[in-house]
């Protein structure tokens, strides 16, 4: 597949963090969501956020979204806004795929937002069915309008819940061929998977998240030596299974 | 079956909401609808003052008819609330605590004695109506005169009895009392009878000639005053009535319904879209996306109204357009529909964003707006004084928190040139658009994040 064109101005790299999140607490009444949750992710890094049901990956998403205050903690975001793909695809279904599109190129007042809607489908592989009711649309394809609205804010980080869930494999690795191009040209992405071999590939940092803590932060590599380390028995089985090991050892 | 029903009572228990409005609902609608029909077709309140001297009595000729309480009368067939003075039965009518005050002045009794005399006067009861709107008019007018109907109907029944024993002395002769002294009438029968046997023992000629004449008169008087006695039988209406109106801005009748068109339809309109569209951003998820950034929370709002206030301009303008076709309406007047139906849709508008806001799903939200809407419209059709003074108040307050009666009014006095003015209406309606949006941007606050 040939390269995704992008429209987004080149950003310089730099070690400096992009991103970073020091003591974060969400309660929902008496539940805990998230207990104290900290971490930090530089410019053009991808970060992938693992963890069972529940362990407080789209609270974590929508706190650093703005969309959620946390009681405690706090995010700095030094420069640029932060782009986000909710877990829920939040499209409007009663507007066609170019008019969800359009609109959201036009409130993001792109200069010229027939381009950006035309480079989306581009993007998305959706440009034949550009003219058809979103509701129509299969789950999947929705997901990719889903994306391809969160990336029109051009952020500076970028952030997706769960965004492969139920992709075809062919528009997995297109997504993820077009992260990856974004992050080379300095957009930090942050994303929330269930899938660890995902996480392992393309993320260049691990966030372990379990019950609201945060159990991990590192490289894969690092995960699979701790992993090793700590569950020693499941070492010679598949990733997955390790990890799932590992969470039973740290008593999730 | 058995874990069907389980379950359903176990999703009710879940959402009390639903469960409270399933029994508050019906049971509210049951207690307005039960009021109305009887409170309205039973009893109006009527502020009753009785200015005629207690000893006075309707006589006949020289016959006292007997009293004929009219107190009672009256009062048994309204809600009586007595009054010692006119002013104060202005002020009950004013005040919309009674439909109408009915004075009976001192002297009807001696006006109604008038009428059996050379000089009949007119006797005349008065009435103190409130004619806010033409539905209670056409009200009060109909008690009015079902009242004096039948007031008068018993007064014509006495006058008729006593007028037809009258006539039945002067007919056929008999006694008559006269300050206690019985006076033997002949009555024109006998009369004929001892004229025709005087009749041969005069001589023809010029005498006899005469003595034909007074006969012939006596028997056409007789055969004439029969007819007269059906005549009295029939008579009617000796009472006039005397209304007066205290507040009379009463448009007419089609005008008013035009104006509660028009105000049902800005309603239905503004309520549902503004409030179904608010919700419908929630309902797919757009409405944080939206938020992040993109558009502030007030500026959502106000797009919301704003459409509101658009389309509900735009439909209730065709409605007027349409009902042109059948009666004619002041197009002079355009400028103030077109403020009453801008005011009205941004009161409206607010109060759909505010249930809007409130409620989580379109569903829910248009469900809602119709069981909101539906019976403050109908109370707020509720002529003052056709229902208890004190449930009144409360429905007053009720249909004041709401931008229908209002809106109703300034439609009212924008379509009706002769109304009362506007200015009253659209300072209540701009009030309760800023109460509505400050609890509808309040609510957007608890919008759920994902
Ligand atoms: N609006 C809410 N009200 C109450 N509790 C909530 C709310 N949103 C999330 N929670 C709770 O917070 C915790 C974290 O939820 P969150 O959705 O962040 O998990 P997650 O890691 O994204 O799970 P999943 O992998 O299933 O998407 C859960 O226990 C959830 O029940
Ligand atoms: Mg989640």
Redesign the interface.
Known sequence: MDAVPVAFELMEASATAALEARGIVKRYGEREALRGVGFSVHSGELMAVIGPNGAGK?TLL?IL????RPEEGEVHLPNG?VG?V????????RLTVEENLLL?AR??SHEDPRASVEEMLELSGLSDRRGELVARLSGGNQQRINIA?GLLSRPVVLLLDEPSVGLDPRQRARLWQFVSTLAERGTTVIFSTHDIQEAERYGKQLLVLADGESLFQGTPEELRDAVRREAPEAASSDFETAFVAFLHHRGH | MRWLLLKDLQILRRSPLQATLLVVYPVLIALLVGFAISRDSDKPRVAFLNEVPADSRVSVGQTELPSINVDDRICGRVECVNVDTREEAEEEVRSGNVLAALVLPGDLVDQINSLSTQNPGTPTVEVIVNEEDPVKAQLVDDRISSLLAQANLVIAKRIAKEGGKFLNLVLNGGSFEVIGQSVEILGLRASAQILQALRPSLPPGALRESLDQVIRFTVLSRSNLDVGGVLISRLTQPIAVDKQVVSASTPPLEIFAIAVAATLTLTFVVVLLVAGSLALERE???F????????SRSGLLGEKIGLGIAVGLVVTLLLLAGLELFVSLEWGRFGLWLVAILVGGAAFGAAGAALGAAAREVRTVSLLAFMVSLPIAFLSLIPSGAIGGGLYDVIEVVTALFPFKPSLRAMTAALDSAGPGIGGPLLHLAALTVVYAALARLALRRFA??
């Open positions: 789209t929508t979204a703005g969309i959620a806004d986000w909710p877990q829920q695809a939040a499209l409007y279904r959201f409130l993001e609205i | 797919e998820n757009a944080p996306r939206l938020t992040r950034g993109l558009v994040v994902v």
